[in-house]
């Protein structure tokens, strides 16, 4: 722990100085998000993946040409009917929830022509709420996507994550899908 307290340390004062070296540039994106979440916490019940909708907005600043460290939020919403057994009578109950992610991390990305392909790694906190019950965990995503630019400012993002999390002691497997606008400065 002490070492990975100190390699973080160590990461954000390289980053401020390389910052003097690199033209302040980053972005700003927004956009609507689909997430296809393993359901798997919930042991009682009978149903396997859940299609949720929602947003997912993110802020990246650069610290290298082709480097920047990103600002993750994700909020996810939806409802779904599931078989449950309760003292031994099966019934059907609708379970309504929503699940909200806040990550950070580092980003890669290169300019191809009109296109900017990224790849990502992100760490945070995860929280879902359900009609049943409430939990936070550690989150993490794995992905990337594509720029496509519009106008000199403007651009369209297309993006895919693996996002993890461990809600209710049992891990999460979760897919992530993403589009929306994204503003450079």
């Known amino acids: 722990m002490q070492r990975f307290v100190i390699v973080l340390f160590a990461l954000f004062a390289f980053a401020g100085i ?12 927004f956009g609507y ?5 393993d359901s798997s916490a919930f042991e009682f019940a009978n149903f396997d993946r859940s299609n949720l909708n929602g947003w997912e907005a993110s802020l990246e600043g650069k610290v290298f ?9 994700g909020g996810h919403y ?3 009917d599931i078989n449950v057994v309760v003292g031994g009578v099966p019934g059907t109950q609708n379970i309504s ?19 900017r392909p990224f790849a990502e790694a992100l760490f945070g906190v995860g929280h879902m709420n359900t009609d049943l019950d409430s939990d936070t965990s550690f989150a ?33 497997n979760n897919v992530r899908i993403s589009t929306g606008i994204v503003l450079k400065f």
Do not use: C
């Open 78 to 80: 939806g409802n779904q």
């Open 18 to 29: 390389a910052s003097a070296q690199v033209p302040t540039s980053g972005n700003v994106f």
């Open 33 to 37: 998000s689909y997430e296809s979440v």
């Open 65 to 73: 040409p082709h480097v920047g460290i990103v600002a993750d939020f």
């Open 140 to 172: 993490t995503a794995l992905g990337g996507g594509v720029d496509f630019k519009i106008l000199k400012p403007l651009a369209w993002r297309f993006q895919g994550d693996y996002v993890q999390t461990r809600f209710f002691d049992a891990t999460q």
């Open 97 to 115: 929830g929503h699940e909200l992610t806040v990550m950070f991390g580092p980003r890669v990305s290169v300019g191809v022509g009109r296109l």
